[in-house]
Structure formats: C-alpha cells, structure tokens
C-alpha cells in the first residue's frame, strides 16, 4: 500500500467514526403529546396517584413515565399541583425538581423552567410539555 492510499483510507475511516459520534450525541427535538410546549415523552401519559398516600406535603414530587407530578399547595383541587415532561427542551437532558426554588432545573446546562413549564432561563427556548391533570375522591390522575 502506498502512502497516498493510506492517508486516503484513514482519512475516510475517521470521518465515518466522527460522523456515527456526531449522530449518537446530537438530541432529537421531536415531541410528542403533552398541552404545551417542544419537550416531551414519546406515546401517551396515564398515571395515577392516591393522595391519601402519596405527595401529601407542599414540594413533595414524584416521577413516572416521563412526568414529573409536584404538590404545589395544601388542598386536593387540580390547582395544587401541576405535570410536565422531564425532558429538558435545550438538548433533552432530564430535569429534576427544586422544592426551595418552586423550579424545574436542567442540571446539564442550567435551564430553569416555572411550574407551568414556561422558561425563566435559558438556554431552552421552549416551555417544558404540561399534562392535564384530574382528580376524582383522593386519587389523581395525570394524562396526555
């Protein structure tokens, strides 16, 4: 083998490498479901809770499916809590909630978002995916 058709080899085999890690590392900007906003889960969100057991203290939050559930105020009416996706709309991180803040929070690049998914700070431009949200006696039912 030449030199010529060695550089030439290596050349198109490095490239081929970085294009396949360019593709594994780059997020997809899809969503689906969900009331607002570009971040989301992919299919539809059913979930129950029973609040005779679960999130009984203001802050208290829980995660399933892709949402995270948070008790924002004493009562058992749709208004004390609110449902938005975990998947952060900047690059598709996840977000974690933070109780003292009332924020969701995007560890990776330092988004915030309020308790309706709206963004406070950036990088993310979009609002984070918000899920309806029932209650029927003591159980709450999150969907979208």
């Known amino acids: 083998m030449e030199r010529k058709e060695f550089l030439n080899a290596i050349g198109i085999s490095v490239a081929a490498v970085c294009t396949g890690c360019l593709a594994a590392c780059s997020k997809s900007n899809s969503s689906a479901g969900g009331t607002t906003g570009g971040g989301g889960t992919s299919g539809s969100i059913n979930f129950s809770t029973n609040l005779n057991s679960e999130l009984l203290n203001v802050g208290d939050f829980k995660v399933n499916s892709g949402v995270i559930l948070v008790r ?3 009562g058992n009416d749709v208004s004390s809590f609110t449902a938005v996706t975990t998947t952060c709309t900047h690059e598709g991180n996840t977000v974690g909630y933070n109780s003292s803040l009332k924020q969701f929070v995007c560890p990776a ?7 309706d998914g709206g963004v ?3 990088p993310a431009t979009r ?3 918000k899920y309806k ?3 029927t ?3 709450l039912t999150v969907t979208g």
């Open 72 to 74: 924002l105020a004493a």
């Open 133 to 135: 949200i029932a209650i």
């Open 127 to 129: 609002s984070l995916t």
């Open 120 to 122: 406070v700070i950036g």
């Open 109 to 115: 690049h330092g988004s915030t978002f309020n308790t």
């Open 137 to 139: 006696g003591e159980t």
